[in-house]
């Protein structure tokens, strides 16, 4: 999940909780508002004005989103790619701990197997 979805290692850390509790997929584990993309393995498409995907891809999605909706070229796209991990390489990353640590708290009292 971290890898190719780009995700926190809490967030992926608590769904995989979800996961093993059986939690039904309709249940909401996080406030809308809350960060749990990584900001140096996920990105928006660098060319968003002419785009209309708003969400984060991944490293390894980000190249293909280029190559297949932009027509880019894939030496082009893994370029653009390379510098957005650059530009990203020091970005903060949201303080989530207490957070996740509530959700997961949560999952496992509501649906500890009996």
């Not at 290692?9 to 608590?14: D, F, P, R, V």
């Not at 060319?47 to 490293?59: E, G, K």
Request: glycine share 0%; proline share 5%; aromatic share 8%.
């Amino acid at each position: 999940m971290r890898q190719y979805h780009g995700l926190l290692a809490s967030i992926a850390n608590a769904i995989s909780r979800a996961v093993h509790w059986n939690i039904p997929t309709s249940k909401t584990l996080f406030p809308a508002d809350l960060q749990i993309t990584d900001p140096r393995r996920s990105f928006i498409c660098p060319l968003r004005s002419n785009c209309h995907v708003d969400y984060y891809f991944a490293t390894m999605a980000l190249r293909a989103h280029l190559s297949d909706a932009h027509s880019m070229n894939p030496l082009t796209a893994e370029s653009k790619v390379r510098k957005l991990r650059r530009l990203n390489k020091n970005k903060p990353i949201s303080k989530l701990e207490s957070q996740v640590c509530r959700v997961i708290q949560q999952i496992e009292t509501t649906y500890q197997k009996t």
